[in-house]
């Protein structure tokens, strides 16, 4: 059975918003898009891609990455992400999906999502999507977090864990800081008592 992980970048106040270019996501007029790159935690980081058979996006962040990584032949994630399967959770894309390796999850997330985990042998990462990570956190089919928490703090953009979003206790299982201070930070979903579930 897969576990489903969420690998996001985060601020200290915890926004998750554009981390990799100014261009990436100007919505709400976000205006620090690519505060991550000068901290180049992605490769310290990559251990966490080591068991993952493939990647789970919303919308908009698929759109976004299939706009960026098939055009970038000299970096080594653009082989992972071409290469990878690819689920997308949206109810207005069409299938089939121009990205090769794409498959579109329609009808219920949860009976979607809670299928895929059950089926696959291999982990199942979630980059970005917020949206749909706060619907996972719902469902309560979130198995892991790999946090990179950056040393910014932004005072605005879209967070990960959003005000009046879904409780969730959570527990530390692992954690290192990189040479440029990123604290990847490794949690599991605990009862509310803290104890793992």
């Known amino acids: 059975m897969a576990k489903i992980i969420v690998f996001t970048n ?13 261009d990436e996501d100007t919505r709400d007029g976000f205006k620090h898009g690519g505060w991550a790159t000068p901290f180049a935690a992605m490769q310290e980081a990559g251990g966490a891609h080591a068991d993952v058979g493939g990647v789970l996006f919303g919308r908009w962040t698929y759109e976004g990455f299939y706009a960026f990584w098939p055009n970038q032949p000299d970096n080594p994630f653009t082989t992972f992400f071409n290469n990878i399967q690819k689920y997308v959770a949206s109810t207005t894309l069409k299938a089939p999906l121009a990205w090769s390796n794409s498959t579109l999850l329609e009808g219920d997330i949860a009976k979607a999502v809670g299928k895929l985990k059950e089926e696959q042998d291999k982990d199942i990462i979630v980059f970005g999507s917020g949206v ?24 605005s953009g879209r967070r990960l864990f959003t005000d009046g979003g879904i409780f969730a206790a959570l527990r530390l299982i692992d954690s ?22």
């Open 10 to 22: 985060l601020t200290l106040d915890g926004v998750m918003q554009a981390p990799g270019r100014p």
């Open 132 to 155: 749909l990570i706060q619907s996972l956190i719902g469902f309560n089919l979130v198995d892991e977090y790999v946090l990179l928490i950056h040393p910014l703090v932004l005072g």
């Open 176 to 197: 290192k800081t990189t040479s440029t201070g990123v604290v990847i930070a490794t949690y599991e979903p605990a009862d509310s008592s803290g104890r793992a579930a």
